[in-house]
């Protein structure tokens, strides 16, 4: 293990990505900051986080929230 400090901080979140994000979690991850530590830090080595199955799962959680946002949207996003 890697002893780390971390920080409090008010991360926002589209609500349908949170649940999708949140939905990924598995025992393996079971805290949302986990959870975006591990995508950014792939991100950085331009890698994937997710395996295939975790992938398809994304897949079917974002249908059943009705998540239609992509990466390209990220730029174009304003809020209510």
């Known amino acids: 293990m890697i002893e780390i400090e ?15 994000a949140e939905g990924t ?3 393996e991850r079971p805290v949302a900051g986990d959870l975006l530590e591990g995508i950014v830090l ?16 994304i897949s079917e959680l974002n249908k059943i929230y009705g998540m239609s946002l ?8 304003k809020e209510k």
């Open 70 to 77: 992509k990466a390209g949207d990220s730029h174009r996003l």
């Open 42 to 57: 792939h991100a950085f080595e331009g890698r994937t986080p997710f395996s295939p199955e975790t992938l398809e799962q």
């Open 25 to 27: 979690r598995g025992a």
């Open 6 to 20: 971390r920080v409090q901080t008010g991360v926002r979140i589209e609500k349908r990505l949170l649940k999708v």
